[in-house]
Every structure is written in C-alpha cells, then in structure tokens.
C-alpha cells in the first residue's frame, strides 16, 4: 500500500482523477492504511460523501481513526479484510457504491517498523503478517516447508529465477528466526547462482516479495475481491487498483481484459456460444506510472501501476 507517512500516497492525484469522487456518493477504500487516498475521496466528495475503509492492520487503522477524525460519521472504519467486501457492505446496508480502491501489497509503514519483519534492512523476527491475528508467519513457512515447495513458491511468487539455490540454501541452514538471517542465506545463494546483480535489488527482494505474499494470501485475496468489487459498483462507478509487481498487476489486467469483452471463446471458434456480456469499461489501457517527482520523492512508488475501469450495467 502507498502510505509513506500520514502526509504522502502513491499516486494520490491521479486516484482522485480516476474515482471522481463527489458530492452524495459512496466510495469504498479497501486498503485504508493511514488513510491517506481516504481523506482525499472525503475531501473531495464533501460535504455529504460517504466512505467505507476496510483493513486487517491494526496499526494501519489507529492511524486511520486520527486521520479521519475530522470527517466524523461520513467515515465508516472496519478492521476487515477486502476478500470480505460484499460482507461488510451488506453489513452497513450499502447496495452499491460509486467507487471502490485497492491499493495492493505493503505499506512503507508496515516495512519501516521493524518488529512487523517485512524488512532485511534492520534484524528482526521473521513475521510479515499484515493481520497479527494470522495464524502463519514467514518463520513457519522458511523453517517447516519440504525444499521443494519452498522452491516452487519462490519460483512462484517471487519469480526468482535461482529460487531452487535459495531454497536448498534455506534448508540447510534451518532453522532461521529473523530477517538478517534470513537476507544473509539468500544473498549468499542468489550471488553465487548469477554473479553481481543486474536489477539493482537486493539479492534477497524476490524471496521476501514471495514469502509475504503467502503469508497474507494476497493474490487469493485479490481474485476473491474483484467479482465482489464489480458487482458492488452502480453502473458508471470505477474501480481503482495499484498495484505493485507483476504478478498482482497481471490479474487486475487480466480480470479488466476480460469483463470489457463480449465474447471470450476462443480466437478460432467460428461461432460465439459463451454468451458473455461486456460489464467493464478499460479506463487505462496501459498503466498509470508515478511522475518523476513522486518517485523522487518517494523511491518506493517507483513499482506502483495504477490501473482503472468503469462499470457499463
């Protein structure tokens, strides 16, 4: 997720140009965070517009709480996560919304405290949960998997092409607490795997990118949420996904491609016999991208892709 601090969101202008908040409507950040993308939509949907923020981070949503204060009941805060939307909505009686925002993976909040463990820059437990109250933590994963499904989840979600090395490296130095230990095993391995590094990341970025993706069930939960999210928008309501890699971004992509097109049978069938019906307009074609000024300002959004689209009935 976007937040650097309570002052600063990942493409924050260009949200609002996407969602068009305003006046009277209701909107739905699914990963609130500290609130930043939030309070924008309620400025901008003043002075009756309505917000439905959901987050399963504790410390995201006491942040939250402070920074939306000011907007009183027209902000409707929910320690949930966006798998459950049709849930919560149901729950506050809202049949439908104007505009619903996702803002995928991580904070730099949740990465720059050190005991949540999302971080190799500074030694600490090796947790990455985004919901404490989640049973499974990196530890588990790194220190109780058989090599070989370490491997492919690496592979996998991490798209780490030495991700067999890493994962017999892992083993066998198991068992590993924190995430110095853990940074030293893989950064070890990868460099011996490809020499010097061609993509300026750190060696161990790949791996910690696939075990916190697991741990928090993340590209689960996003193709469990976009149907959801689709059906809860009135008709001319947006959607609004930033992603951060790939692989999330490929599912957005994917998911937008398909609900813009009225037939999706194959190429060579002569005849349509799907039946499908178009339900989304692509509001970007391509991704938006961070400005170089954002990025200078924010080396992290360097990765983030937002991607739109406009629900058509």
Known sequence: MGDVSPHLSVLYHEVLDALQPRKGGRYVDGTLGAGGHAAGILEASSPDGLLLGLDVDPQALSLARQRLSEYGSRANIVQASYISLGEQLAAIRWSDVEGILLDL????????????????????????RFDPQNPIRAADLVNNLPEKELADLIFQYGEERHARQVARAIVS???????????????????RGRGKSRDHLHPATRTFQALRIVVNKELEALQACLPQAVSALSPGGRLAIIAFHSLEDRI??????????????????????????????????????????EIERNPRSRSARLRVAEKLI
Do not use: N, W
């Not at 720059?112 to 190799?120: A, K, L, M, N, V």
């Not at 130095?173 to 460099?191: K, M, N, S």
């Not at 097109?261 to 391509?286: F, N, S, Y």
């Open 105 to 128: 993976g991580a904070s730099s909040m949740q990465f720059d405290t050190p005991e949540r463990g999302f971080s190799f820059q500074v030694d600490a437990p090796l947790d990455m």
């Open 173 to 191: 130095a198991r068992p590993l607490y924190t995430t110095g230990q853990l940074a030293e095993v893989v950064a070890a391995a990868v460099t």
């Open 252 to 293: 957005v992509k994917q998911y937008f491609r398909r609900e813009s097109r009225d037939c999706i049978c194959p190429p060579d069938q002569p005849v349509c016999t799907c039946g499908h019906r178009a339900i989304l307009k692509e509001i970007t074609r391509r991704p938006v991208r961070p400005q170089d000024e």
